[in-house]
């Protein structure tokens, strides 16, 4: 069962505009929520992060949002850049609910495309 | 600071044949992880450590041994390999937090990858 989903394989924005990626979770004792970015041929890099304590959280160009009764988040990319374009993957861990501690469970990830 | 590496880059095996993935990290983290990606799978952990001669199983531990003797070093081994190894592995580092504050303030939690090993079994 898959504990954290990403919906959209793919996704393709315009340069400039906003890009939206989405993220579900099902296991309620998730309480921190990472976002990674991965380009071709590298391993995954950090993005940004949000706890369970906040609703919105914010790093310059990227922004995650939380919504804890929908067990929903979301990275807004304003505006994207052709650089931006790489495979997102949204991790949780459940850092303070007694459960994997430090463990990350990672959805699938989307590739995102942004077109010059 | 290297940050997290990984040997080998590539590797192509043949059923049944043993190797060892050697990952380094030069942070002082803690945690250490192996991952494995494979195409719509996502990753998944296979095996972690959270410190110096202590090992655990992750989502996908079959088939895999890992030890960690020294507290920069995590090496994964596939004793006899099978075409279903196929993969790409990652390997990743994070620092232990002190406590409740630093979690929440400073994401210390926050994995470091290397840049991951291409593994082929034929």
């Known amino acids: 069962d898959q504990q954290v989903k990403q919906n959209s394989p793919s996704l393709s924005v315009q340069e400039g505009r906003i890009s939206i990626l989405n993220c579900d979770y099902t296991?309620?004792?998730?309480?921190?929520f990472l976002w990674y970015k991965k380009y071709p041929a590298e391993g995954p890099t950090f993005l940004i992060s949000?706890?369970?304590?906040?609703d919105k959280n914010e790093d310059g160009r990227f922004t995650v949002f939380l919504n804890k009764s929908a067990k929903h988040l979301s990275l807004h990319i304003v505006p994207s850049q052709p650089g931006d374009s790489a495979v997102y993957f949204c991790?949780?861990?459940?850092?303070?609910?007694?459960?994997?501690?430090?463990?990350?469970?990672f959805g699938k990830g989307t590739l995102l495309t942004v077109n010059p | 600071n290297a940050g997290v590496t990984q040997t080998p880059k590539f590797r192509v095996l043949k059923t049944g044949q043993s190797m060892t993935l050697l990952c380094a990290q030069d942070m002082n983290h803690e945690y250490m992880y192996w991952y494995r990606q494979d195409p719509g799978m996502g990753l998944r952990l296979i095996h972690y450590?959270?410190?110096?001669?202590t090992t655990a199983k992750g989502e996908v531990p079959d088939g895999y041994n890992v030890s960690r003797l020294k507290k920069q070093n995590f090496l994964l081994g596939l004793e006899s390999a099978a075409p279903s190894q196929t993969s790409v592995y990652f390997c990743?580092?994070?620092?232990?937090?002190?406590?409740?504050?630093?979690?929440w303030g400073s994401g210390t939690d926050t994995q470091y990858f290397g840049p991951g090993t291409r593994l082929t079994v034929l």
């Open positions: 990743a580092s994070s620092v232990l937090a002190g406590g409740w504050n630093d979690k």
């Open positions: 991790a949780a861990s459940a850092v303070f609910s007694g459960g994997s501690n430090y463990k990350l469970t």
């Open positions: 450590s959270v410190g110096e001669g």
């Open positions: 296991n309620s004792m998730f309480d921190y």
């Open positions: 949000i706890s369970s304590i906040k």
